[in-house]
């Protein structure tokens, strides 16, 4: 498939929504999987709505994903003149009209439509007019009355639409501004698109854009529309159902990698692989095997695909990504070597980074208060007892490491004939206030010398709480 180009062109109205970082990642893989190129044009027409911390986020969604761009960002507020030329060589060849209704006219029009079970579309009064009035005027579409328009989608299969159930759209507005649909199909001839894949909320427009494609001598690229993404309720997708900002969920503390691989999941699949890397995805992603219907997202699923991540990115990668929320909860200039060791303990129990600085509480803490359950089950007086010898014993260990820490355990487990568990889970109580964490002996070694001894003691000395 020689010279492919996809392209992604999104309106910044506001965050990359979960929806569009979908979109934006076929076309990308596609792209990537034919040798391609992938543009990125910024579709800011609407400019009462477009802003410019709206582009920002945009960017921010991309470059998160490293979702990269080969061409662009295009910006459709900087081609405005060649949209003016467009239109007046499209009216000068006859495709276009001037239409003087007011809005005052056109919606009475829609109304009485409405009234009479009609769809509400222009009854094209203006067409037909041969006589020019010093009036504004917005410049129509001669759009095809009969027949009809038809594409093969590479997704949904054949689409077609009656010509007589289409608007003579307007193309250019009576100030002189070119509207959304008439610049899409300038752009894409222009940037020599091949390949449209986008939402399929946009398929009524696309027999349009067909049709001004056609009547204004350019090549019509193939359309790919991929379904919607549903929440568990199957409606579609919004705020109700958690965050759908790209951004938020890296706020949450998702790696980048497992979004990529948990947005191209959703609607395409290949086998019963569910864990692939970038690299995976562009070798093997073909839009045609995108499923018809829509995706559902699930934050569970999400969260799974995230915690496979935690548990296999480089250890040096999830230390550099998970300062900055170490940095948040105001613990700054930890060193590396220790968050490596505090990473490790916690990676097979967390699902996100959030959930690890959750985790890793009483590591952070200068105190931590004992829960009265754990206390009561495990601080008896035999056991606060126990405590008290075990940290003098410790106090003496070197170096102060897992393995050297195991065996003062041992040693007064042989001599009191103890169970590792009798040992344990007091202690666990003791250093972290709960009674679940990582293995005992990495905890302490974490936790350093100095606090878990004043833990144990103050434990030793006092169930309610270890400083």
Sequence with gaps: MPNVRSRFAPSPTGYLHIGGARTALFSYLFARGQRGTFVLRIEDTDRERSTQESVQAIFDGLRWLRIDWDEGPFFQSQRTELYRRAVEDLARRGGAYRCYCTAEELERKREAALREGRKPAYDRTCRNRSDRSNRPFALRFRAPEHGETAFQDIIKGRVAFQNQELDDLIIARSDGSPTYNFCVVVDDHEMAITHVIRGEDH?????????????????????????????????????????TSVTAYRDQGFFPEAMTNYLARLGWSHGDQEIFSTEDLVELFRIEDVGKSAGVFDLEKLSWVNA??????????????????????GHRELPDEWIGKMVTTLRERARTLVEIVDLAAYYLADEVAIDPKAAAKFLKPDSRTMLGELADRLSDVRPWVAASIQKAFERLMSERNLALGKIAQPV????????????????????????????????????GAAG
């Design 203 to 243: 398929v009524n427009n696309t027999p349009k854009q067909i049709q001004l494609y056609q009547t204004m001598g350019y090549p019509v690229p193939e359309f790919a529309h991929v379904p919607l993404i549903l929440g568990l309720d199957r409606s579609r997708l919004s705020k109700r159902h958690g965050a």
């Design 428 to 463: 666990r109580v003791a250093v972290t206030g709960g009674s679940a964490s990582p293995g005992i002996f990495e905890v302490l070694e974490v936790l350093g010398r100095e606090r878990s001894l004043a833990r144990l003691r103050r434990a030793a000395a006092e169930p």
């Design 308 to 329: 496979n991540y935690m548990k296999s990115l480089p250890l040096e990668r999830l230390v550099e990504d998970v300062k900055p929320f170490l940095e948040a909860g």
